[in-house]
């Protein structure tokens, strides 16, 4: 078996595992579902589910571990001349964009995070690696430095909190509104420098 073909088999066992887990968190609620429970709907064993997820609630959530290196691979391949707020506004164009084309799996997930809140510690550490580790990228493009200069950091924080938001508000319209449009939108709220809204 090719390296290839071999990690388009993991990938595809890995989101079976995380579709299984939000089917079945959707129909019985958090509680109601065991890694068992998972492996079988998934058709693996469940000793096979370990080598994928180290818990029912990382199943649920399907945070892919090279996520924050994949965000902050869009961010470093953005062109030079943008700043740092522009090349990341694009990269959440880019990831909104595809979002919004998998009108199953992402409404779905946001539904059942939504209706557990149990899950949103875990998600939380997740979202913290990937800033921790765009930061890095951001100091690299802006000649500053992580953990000393305000700026790196800052803007790998804003950026979590605009794509949550947006996601948040794609949620509340019965993802009927355009959720790249949410996320400009955000982007254009922080840019202006938070204005207050008028009454």
């Known amino acids: 078996m090719t390296s290839g073909l071999r990690e388009r088999k993991k990938q595809a066992t890995r989101l079976a595992l995380h ?14 579902v065991s890694i068992d429970d998972i492996a079988e709907r ?37 062109p030079a001349e943008e700043s740092a707020v522009e090349a990341v506004r694009a990269v959440h164009r880019k990831m909104a964009a595809e979002m919004a ?3 199953e799996l ?48 800052l803007l790998a924080s804003v950026q979590a909190c605009v794509m949550r938001t947006a996601l948040h508000r794609w949620l509340a319209t019965d993802f009927t509104a355009s959720l790249t449009d949410l996320v400009d ?13 008028p009454r």
């Open 19 to 32: 579709e299984a887990a939000l089917r079945l968190v959707a129909e019985r609620g958090l509680d109601g």
């Open 42 to 78: 998934a058709h693996v064993s469940p000793r096979t589910f370990f080598n994928y997820f180290p818990s029912k609630d990382d199943a649920v959530l399907g945070l892919d571990p090279g996520a924050p290196q994949h965000l902050a691979g869009l961010f470093t391949g953005r």
């Open 101 to 103: 084309e998998d009108r």
């Open 106 to 153: 992402w409404p779905l997930r946001l539904t059942v995070i939504d209706a557990h809140p149990a899950l949103i510690g875990r998600l939380v550490a997740g979202f913290g690696e990937s800033e921790r580790v765009l930061a890095v990228a951001i100091a690299e493009r802006t000649g500053t430095r992580v953990g000393i200069d305000v700026y790196p950091s």
């Open 185 to 197: 939108e955000a982007w254009d709220v922080v840019t202006a420098g938070l204005p207050a809204p």
